[in-house]
């Protein structure tokens, strides 16, 4: 059993991480914040610990598996040893680059006692990684089961603080999409939604952040699923919509393209497009049913949960054994 070290910062994907057959300590203190959130009451498996920085100085830790750049300060004064000389470093990169699309610096670049993991091959291609050695593990997420129904005449989509991020996210093209089918949006901070993209409430409905088990029944129920983003990395909830076998209509940007097959459903950068596979979708449940069907056959086969811990498994292997050597 390997001993890992790492932070709740994204809970979807810590979800994931978290179920292998490791000790995962993660810090709690509410007196730190965001820097130790612990489990936050998620249901995670028992080898995932809460931990008190104070407490790390005693453990035996084999890696650090650090998400941002202030948690190798962090693991150096808590572990009283340095990450990356002391004790092997894996640092993972979730995001697309907040700078130039193709020339921002990673702030691991040039780094040769580390690790650095990309989630998408996206994110490795158009991040500046320097020499650092670099790994691709793909997002792999706990299936949710084949809950679509697809009952309601409406399109789901899943977007956090929709008003504030705007145009990264994609909120903007609501407006336009939402002129043919009436699309609820579920997430933090999209009660007025409606408001910032001038349309009524029945055609864009802000739903708030839900439970994720009561999240997924939700957009079940809708016909089609839509994620709109123009720069982010591939969104989990895309992941978790095709588990549950909706049909996707997708933004063609970052990974997307690469995530969702032709008979999954439709992706493409021009918004009229995008509009008319919505309407169609709606108005044919047999063909969206028969997409999301391929949706949730694609996305076991290339975003399982099994495939995602085989892969840190082999990766934490490597990593401490190389240590060891």
Known sequence: ??????????????????????????????????????????????????????????????????????????????????????????????????????????????????????????????????????????????????????????????????????RVTGTDLLAELSDTTPIDVFGMETDHVHTAVDRPKDRVCGHGDLRQDRLHAEIARRRVFVHTPRWTSLGLSVLEAMHIGMPVVAVATTEAAAAIPPEAGVVSTDVSVLSRALQRFVAEPDLAQLAGKAARQWAQTNFGIDQFVERWNDLLADTVEGKRR
């Open 1 to 166: 059993m390997t001993t890992i070290l790492a932070w709740h910062v994204h809970g979807s994907w810590m979800s994931s991480f978290v179920q292998g057959p490791h000790r995962y300590l993660i810090p709690h203190d509410p007196r730190w914040g965001g820097w130790a959130l612990g489990r936050c009451g998620r249901p995670w498996p028992a080898g995932a610990e809460e931990i008190a920085p104070e407490a790390l100085a005693d453990e035996h830790v084999d890696v650090v598996v650090a998400q941002r750049p202030r948690e190798l300060e962090l693991a150096q004064r808590w572990l009283g040893r340095t990450p990356g000389v002391d004790v092997p470093l894996i640092y993972v990169e979730h995001n697309t680059p907040s700078g130039h699309a193709a020339t921002t610096r990673h702030p691991m670049a040039d780094r040769d006692d580390l690790t650095l993991v990309h989630v998408t091959e996206f994110n490795r291609l158009m991040w500046d990684n320097g020499h650092t050695r670099v790994r691709v593990v793909p997002h792999g997420v706990l299936d949710p089961g084949p809950l679509y129904t697809g009952e309601l005449e409406r399109a789901a989509t899943i977007v956090n603080e929709p008003v504030r991020r705007w």
